[in-house]
């Protein structure tokens, strides 16, 4: 993949996410400020069990963004999210995870500085 293909897909990322009308789950802080560097808000930490954020969420909404790092970790936490939020009959919108495996970007926290030094190559600095 060229940087050139990465960064569109990153910016492909960002509008999705900005466009989405639902929670967007990531998994710390720092993947929080990556997103609202971008102005994407809607965005949750999970703070407490799986199951007590869901059953919580699941009563606002019907569809959820579930983004959490590509890493072993976020991959089983994803399994556990998917599971729980499919038992509360919610949508999981899996659009942004997609693209996301696309990008070299494996860390949300990371996003922000992707995108920046892409941005670099492709000016040539």
Do not use: W
Not at 11 to 20: F, P
Not at 62 to 73: A, H, N, R, S, Y
């Amino acid at each position: 993949m060229t940087p050139r293909e990465e960064y569109e897909l990153l910016l492909e990322l960002i509008e999705t996410l900005k466009n989405a009308h639902c929670p967007i789950i990531v998994e710390g802080k720092r993947d929080i400020a990556a997103l609202k560097k971008f102005n994407i808000h809607n965005v949750h930490q999970l703070t407490s069990s799986i199951e007590s954020e869901v059953e919580k969420l699941a009563k606002s909404s019907k569809e959820v963004v579930i983004l959490t790092d590509l890493d072993k970790e976020g991959r089983k936490l994803y399994i556990k999210l998917l599971s729980a939020f499919q038992r509360f009959g919610v949508k999981v919108n899996d659009a942004p995870r997609q693209l996301l495996f696309k990008t070299k970007l494996r860390q949300i926290e990371g996003l922000y500085r992707r995108v920046l030094n892409l941005q670099k190559k492709l000016r040539g600095e």
